[in-house]
């Protein structure tokens, strides 16, 4: 019996899933998490075989102590995974340590966690990706933004989301910035006016995708971040043929195998010195599954079960599973402090037969997501546009 350690198992809370189709499939999974066992749901203490209690995933040792403690009882492990972006290096590293080969080791990091290092592999497959300057000096910035002109966007050069992102209009905010910014080593780039659509895929050890999908977001991360704003983005019916074009390029590129992987791209709003309106380009990758129930929402978008695809590629390298009907799925998170016209019960009165799914946010993901979520399902992009102005528009 192959044994698969799963990092995290109960966050985000749909990810237990992952682990049950791993079970069901024959697989020993153990868990290693901070959360006591007495706390976890009983979906997630059924999809583990066993699980392993830390005081805090971020101490090495604990986790460390966690994967050997598994190996004496069970012999050696054949799978190391979180599917979660916060955990990628300390994944990595932990299989250097135990020398599991099933996935990305250290020295693999810099090209998919580096947003600089990313860019110089997008161009490799041809990918146009926007011209960029890491911050140094305030003169150097400066020279920068003379070539490119302003607005510039400087964001952490390893992060996720919109935390630590500036968007810079003029000299005054770009003292504003070196006065109050840390020592993060954070990226420039010139701005792109530019609507971001993803390339989802699971891929299996030849790096062949078994399914491809892809979302797009309707806001400015920026604004949902820095301004409280709504989050709005959905799944695709269809992905269209350059981004599926695009998303393979990438995929070779990056030499991806055998992982869920979440890579965005800038769909043109105008020409740009970067290329045309309508056509795509590069922003960055991220080599896990898009974030929080982004997962489960492919699954009703695609009439599929993306959870049970993964667990195959894990286990078989292939998979039975297909999609059916397909329809857009967007995801709508609302804030606790703003006044909506449609309260919660009215929303769900109205769009009954729509609503997927409705609940809080967990406080770990609201400052990307709001902080109440409505997951409904549409046949055209009208009727979403539609739902999303009603169920947003405030008194």
């Known amino acids: 019996m192959k044994n698969f350690v799963f990092i995290s198992p109960n966050f985000p809370d749909n990810y237990w899933h992952f682990c049950r189709h791993l079970r069901d499939n024959g697989l020993r999974v153990l868990g290693i998490g901070d959360c006591p066992y007495d706390n976890l749901t009983n979906d997630q203490k059924s999809s583990l075989d066993e699980y392993y209690k830390v005081s805090s995933l971020q101490n090495y040792d604990e986790v460390y102590r966690g994967v050997a403690f598994f190996i004496h009882k069970y012999g050696r492990i054949d799978w190391l995974e979180s599917n979660n972006e916060f955990w990628l290096e300390q994944d990595a590293e932990l299989r250097r340590d135990f020398h599991i080969l099933s996935g990305f080791q250290p020295e693999d990091m810099p090209c998919v966690k580096f947003k600089s290092k990313m860019k110089e592999r997008y161009a490799l497959a041809g990918i146009p990706v926007a011209r960029f300057h890491l911050v140094d000096t305030l003169e150097q910035c400066a020279a920068f933004i003379e070539e490119v002109g302003y607005p510039v966007i400087v964001k952490p050069d390893n992060g996720v989301g919109a935390t630590k992102t500036w968007k810079l209009k003029n000299d005054t905010d770009l003292r504003n910035f070196f006065q109050n910014k840390d020592d993060t080593r954070f990226i420039m780039e010139e701005f792109i006016d530019a609507t971001v659509n993803t390339y989802d895929a699971i891929v299996n050890s030849r790096g062949e995708p078994l399914l491809e999908t892809g979302n797009v977001t309707a806001v400015d991360l920026m604004e949902v971040v820095n301004q409280n704003g709504n989050s709005v983005f959905y799944i695709r019916d269809r992905l269209p043929d350059d981004l599926r074009t695009m998303g393979r390029a990438a995929l070779k590129a990056f030499g991806v195998k055998s992982r869920f992987v979440h890579f965005e791209f800038f769909r043109l709003n105008r020409d740009q010195h970067i290329g045309k309106k309508g056509e795509v380009v590069a922003l960055e990758v991220n080599m896990r599954p898009s974030g929080g129930i982004s997962p489960t929402m492919m699954n009703y978008a695609n009439s599929t079960d993306v959870y049970k695809i993964w667990a195959d590629m894990i286990a078989f390298d292939r998979t039975e599973k297909g999609t059916g009907d397909r329809q857009y799925c967007v995801f709508v998170g609302r804030r606790d402090a703003r006044n909506y016209i449609l309260s919660r019960e009215e929303v769900l009165t109205k769009y ?36 999303v102005a009603t169920i947003l528009e405030e008194r």
Do not use: H, N
């Not at 009954?352 to 409904?376: C, N, P, T």
């Open 352 to 387: 009954a037969s729509q609503i997927k799914e409705e609940g809080r946010v967990d406080a770990a993901l609201a400052a990307d997501m709001g902080d109440y979520m409505f997951i409904a399902c549409f046949p055209t992009p009208e009727e979403l546009s539609r739902y």
